[in-house]
């Protein structure tokens, strides 16, 4: 017989950890399940928290975990989640050890997985000097002569977002960019650089970016970079039969609070945003809790229905 849980997060990262403190924090029996594959795991600090910038992700991860652990009612196991279903008012989860569990409410926090493209030697500096998201990164590459990789229609505007960090900077298409006249003449008139040549290899040592190299041979010195697109898709895709749609980001369309067209189904942090950070991530978790707890509570209050009597007696 599978064992019984409140509320069941998949994902252990900020946004469920969050979600699994304030449900201990509320008596509720949680349990956790966690395949343990952030997608910030290939970067050495997270940066943007308050009173943890700079924070290594596996300290951040094993604070958190320390914390859920302290209350009784909340477990958590390491472990891919394989099958999610939904009979009547309950769900069925199993997973890749065999286990299988049944909850009323479900919440899907394990976030986004990165595709990136195929570009040699990208995979030994991504997450060490080139990254995606200059609000985690961009003050510790200040000024330095920087890569920007992309093609995307908004290239010229995540250009100007980078130049705020540094001014040295080249970016780079990989081929034949459908770029706009006036904003090719922006940016040249910024001493920006539009390398559209296809490119051979990034040269680095220990991670450290060092060069871009085209298919001419032609080598570009450049010391970090920022990578538009990473190709996000889902570290756990919903069942298709619960036909909830996504949005043009990638991400599970929901209402304001994380709740699916699926009752008792929510998603929140990257998975429902395509990308959060850490704060927003945490912060979103923690409001879905107190609403669900709020329910819960009103749900156990309609269940007793206790007559008091005058006097205090029942």
């Known amino acids: 017989m599978s064992e019984y849980f409140e509320v069941i997060i998949v994902g252990g990262g900020p946004a469920g950890l969050s979600t699994a403190l304030i449900m201990g924090r509320s008596k509720r029996k949680v349990l956790v399940l966690d395949a343990n594959d952030a997608r910030n795991r290939v970067t050495h600090a997270s940066h943007g928290y308050l009173s943890r910038d700079g924070v290594k992700p596996e300290e951040f991860k ?28 309950r769900f069925h989860v199993q997973t890749e050890t065999g286990d299988s569990f049944v909850s009323g ?9 990165e595709e990136l493209p195929e570009i040699k030697g990208l995979q030994d500096v991504y997450g060490s000097s080139v990254f ?14 920087l890569a920007i990789f992309g093609s995307e229609p908004w290239l010229i505007q995540y250009v100007k977002l980078i130049y705020n960090w540094s001014r040295d ?92 067209s699926v009752k008792g189904l929510y998603v929140i ?20 809790a107190a609403v669900m707890n709020h329910e819960m509570a009103l749900e156990d209050w309609q269940l007793t229905n206790h007559i008091t009597k005058p006097g205090g007696q029942g």
Not at 66 to 84: F, N
Not at 105 to 113: L, S
Not at 272 to 278: M, V, Y
Request: aromatic content about 8%; glycine content about 12%; proline content about 6%.
């Open 169 to 260: 900077l080249i970016v780079f298409t990989n081929g034949a960019v459908d770029l706009p006249a006036a904003d090719r003449t922006d940016l040249r008139e910024h001493g920006v650089a539009v390398v559209e040549e296809p490119i051979a290899e990034l040269i680095s040592e220990g991670g450290q970016l060092q060069q871009v190299v085209t298919h001419s041979g032609a080598a570009y010195n450049r010391s970090g970079g920022f990578i538009m697109d990473t190709g996000e898709s889902q570290a756990f895709p919903l069942p298709e039969d619960f036909k909830i749609p996504y949005t043009t980001m990638g991400g599970v369309e929901t209402k304001e609070g994380g709740e699916t």
């Open 105 to 113: 409410r479900v919440v899907v926090a394990a976030g986004m997985k």
């Open 132 to 145: 995606p998201c200059p609000y985690c990164d961009g003050w510790e590459w200040r000024d330095e002569p």
């Open 269 to 288: 942090g990257d998975a429902k945003n395509a990308f959060s950070g850490l704060l927003k991530a945490a912060s979103e978790g923690y409001e879905l």
């Open 62 to 89: 094993a604070v958190g975990l320390s914390e859920i652990t302290a209350y009784p009612t909340v477990s958590y196991m390491e472990t891919k989640v394989t099958s999610l279903h939904k009979e009547g008012s």
